[in-house]
């Protein structure tokens, strides 16, 4: 290699690591509460700032959340170290992301009983309502998120919910497609019928 091009080569470098460097300066620093943490890359940083809705210096990321956790923040009466800071960056006005596969509750949330799904529900609200933003890693991570794909299929209360299903209605589902307990639930309650496909 000349002289000449690898002159080039150097400047061209320098210019990528100063517009990285500009970049990384104006982006907002990550603060992770709770155990897990990890590097984040300029345009994850990048996402996380545009998704968690404030223009701000910083972000706090909350990494694993338990039910816990949200219902003791929720109502403003934290127990745990996790809790009280959050309960605190909450009255600073600081952006609060969690992360949507960190929540420990994941299974009720599909699983539990239709009334228990909306409690839930009514707390995460309540802790938007506070400024916390629930962002799927989907949303921000350059890598895609690994969810191991389940062999059977479920349709879910809050599937039902969206698809806006009239009561007293009936429904015509494939016969692979299984009911969870809170689905059926909300069925019975809004008395729809199901028919199944051959």
């Not at 061209?12 to 990285?20: F, G, L, N, S």
């Not at 960190?102 to 609200?125: N, S, V």
Request: proline share 2%.
């Amino acid at each position: 290699m000349d002289n000449t091009k690898f002159e080039e080569l150097v400047t061209v470098i320098t210019e990528k690591v100063i517009q990285t460097l500009a970049i990384e300066n104006r982006l907002p620093k990550i603060h992770f509460l709770g155990n897990k943490t990890t590097e984040l890359t300029v345009s994850e940083r990048t996402r996380i700032a545009e998704k968690s809705g404030k223009q701000t210096q910083e972000i706090y990321l909350i990494t694993e959340f338990s039910l816990n956790n949200l219902v003791n923040s929720a109502n403003l009466s934290a127990q745990t170290a996790i809790e009280k800071e959050l309960v605190e960056l909450v009255q600073q006005g600081k952006s609060i992301v969690v992360v949507k596969e960190g929540r420990l509750y994941q299974a009720a949330m599909k699983t539990a009983l239709y009334g228990f799904q909306q409690k839930i529900k009514q707390y995460e609200q309540q802790l938007e309502g506070y400024g916390v933003r629930f962002l799927a890693a989907k949303e921000w991570l350059d890598a895609p998120v690994n969810k191991a794909k389940s062999k059977q299929q479920y349709l879910t209360a809050k599937e039902l919910i969206e698809k806006n299903v009239a009561p007293h209605q009936t429904i015509v589902l494939p016969s692979t497609l299984k009911l969870t307990d809170a689905a059926k639930e909300y069925l019975q309650e809004k008395k729809i019928q199901v028919k199944r496909d051959s």
